[in-house]
């Protein structure tokens, strides 16, 4: 099989707070954060990582968390360095960091500019105070304009604005005002995605009262695909919308299902060899990361992908974007056969939610793209 693009994850695991609905691998940060030793660490594991990356282009870094905006441009300078020194970075790579408008851990965003980083995720989440603090956030609507606006005026023209919708007693002009708040700011992009209540979460233990119901989630979701439509942002995922094609080629790359490298507690990569398709994790804890770093970055066995495994990621990924994708890519992406994906798609078209147009292209009905989770587990092996 024939490489796909490649791309960088670093992962930045703590927070100043957990967030109730968050799974991600995050972890509060106290007065004795080891950031320097953590960085050495991702430095290290970085160097280590050019070994898999065997040459090929990174066309693609995202530094994610946890709260990266925690560490200071200093630090991310430091380890962006890194990763130039140990990989062949694209001249024109994306490079996305995740920040929080809190002033507590928000630096000034002209050091991250002037560090590498050329693209900022802020995570709003909301403008409205009260579901902030049901969502248990730190900032307030005040500090992400304040921390939007200070980017702009710092140079980013790269902005996305991280936003939920389906809020505990949230109504449709609720989330409309909220998302029509975001679009003044002029961001370049918006994620604008449902809050669900994932497992192992306070939410999922202890789910707030007046979650909307699903009559209400859809026309939540439709009023405001037509309000970003309206002022020139267009969908190409399922929560991504863009102007001026400024899509997040980081997160398109995963969605294509193409390669990345992962450095960083609780990081994931896939790789594709010419022996297959494979997955490998760096432990999530945060010490248990640094000792194994430090100690030579030992690691577990990484997994290769079996056909079931591979249709079911690449589906899990590419079902996502609006357009669907082409025959071709699945071939070339999983190095399985065109009539192997004509099986396999075989009850998702006759439930209706799968088509296939006359230039072998594959997308989600619109009745897929409504029920999407039922759609992707479709491929789950052995699901019926």
Not at 297 to 311: A, H, N
Request: hydrophobic content about 40%; charged content about 20%.
């Amino acid at each position: 099989m024939r490489p796909p693009p490649l791309g960088l994850y670093v992962h930045l695991p703590w927070c100043v707070r957990k967030c109730p609905y968050c799974d991600f691998n995050s972890h509060t940060a106290g007065d004795n954060t080891p950031r320097q030793r953590y960085v050495a660490a991702l430095c290290g594991d970085i160097a280590r990582e050019s070994v898999r990356a065997d040459g090929r282009v990174v066309s693609s870094v995202f530094l994610g968390g946890g709260t990266p905006s925690l560490f200071t441009p200093s630090e991310i300078g430091q380890l962006l360095s890194a990763a130039q020194a140990a990989l062949s970075i694209a001249s024109d790579a994306e490079v996305t960091m995740e920040a929080n408008p809190g002033t507590v851990e928000c630096g000034a965003p002209a050091g991250y500019l002037a560090a590498g980083v050329n693209r900022l995720s802020i995570g709003a989440q909301s403008f409205s105070d009260e579901l902030l603090a049901t969502l248990g956030r730190i900032h307030s609507s005040e500090d992400i304009h304040r921390a939007v606006r200070e980017a702009q005026d710092s140079g980013f023209d790269n902005i996305n604005i991280d936003l939920m919708h389906g809020l505990p007693g949230q109504s449709v002009e609720q989330a409309m005002a909220d998302l029509g708040a975001a679009i003044d700011l002029d961001p370049a992009h918006i994620s604008w995605y449902q809050l669900t209540l994932e497992p192992n979460t306070v939410f999922q233990a202890r789910p707030p009262a007046n979650m909307p119901d699903g009559d209400l989630l859809h026309e939540i979701q439709e009023h405001g695909q037509a309000l970003l439509a309206e002022h020139g942002y267009s969908r190409y995922e399922v929560s991504a919308y863009s102007r001026d094609g400024l899509r997040c080629e980081h997160n398109l790359n995963y969605w294509s299902f193409g390669d990345y490298l992962a450095a960083g507690a609780g990081a994931h990569g896939k790789l594709t060899t010419a022996e297959g398709v494979y997955r490998y994790r760096k432990p999530a804890n945060p010490l248990q990361y640094m000792n194994t770093q430090e100690a030579g970055g030992i690691e577990t066995e990484p997994e290769v992908l079996g056909d079931d495994d591979l249709i079911f990621d690449f589906m899990l990924n590419t079902l996502r974007l609006k357009g669907g994708f082409a025959e071709d890519l699945f071939v070339q992406r999983t190095g399985l056969s065109s009539a192997r994906l004509l099986a396999a798609t075989a009850t998702a078209r006759q439930r209706g939610l799968m088509e296939r147009d006359d230039l072998a292209n594959w997308r989600p009905t619109e009745l897929g793209h409504r029920f999407l989770n039922d759609l992707q587990s479709e491929f789950i092996a052995g699901e019926d």
